[in-house]
């Protein structure tokens, strides 16, 4: 199994960036998918998740600014981050759930004020 992130960067405030996660060795389509994150000096946090039938649910810091989506042709999952803000800084992993939990090697996003 291999999850694979992409899109971080360094952004300004009110800035938008997009992640990217490509899975590969499951069955993505049977997969509930997540994205978690990591600031320094704290504990990996939970940020959005989508079910195998595109359920979606956020945590209460990022809603009504965040989207996560699904592509099951693609075996890709998205997470969308608009209106960014300094405290949004972490390294952002992706997360797969089947029988076992699988984890990405993490993005960085950097919100500079």
């Known amino acids: 199994v291999q999850l694979v992130e992409s899109g971080g960067g360094l952004v300004q405030a009110g800035g938008s960036l997009r992640l990217s996660c490509v899975a590969s060795?499951?069955?993505?389509?049977?997969?509930?998918m997540g994205w978690y994150r990591q600031a320094p000096g704290k504990q990996r946090e939970f940020v959005a998740h989508?079910?195998?039938?595109?359920?979606?649910n956020y945590a209460n810091s990022v809603k009504g600014r965040f989207t996560i989506s699904r592509d099951n042709a693609k075996n890709t999952v998205y997470l969308q981050m608009n209106s960014l803000k300094p405290e949004d800084t972490a390294v952002y992993y992706c997360?797969?759930?089947?029988?076992?939990?699988?984890w990405g090697q993490g993005t960085q996003v950097t919100v500079s004020s």
């Open positions: 989508i079910s195998s039938v595109g359920t979606t």
């Open positions: 060795g499951i069955s993505f389509g049977s997969a509930s």
């Open positions: 997360m797969a759930r089947l029988t076992y939990i699988y």
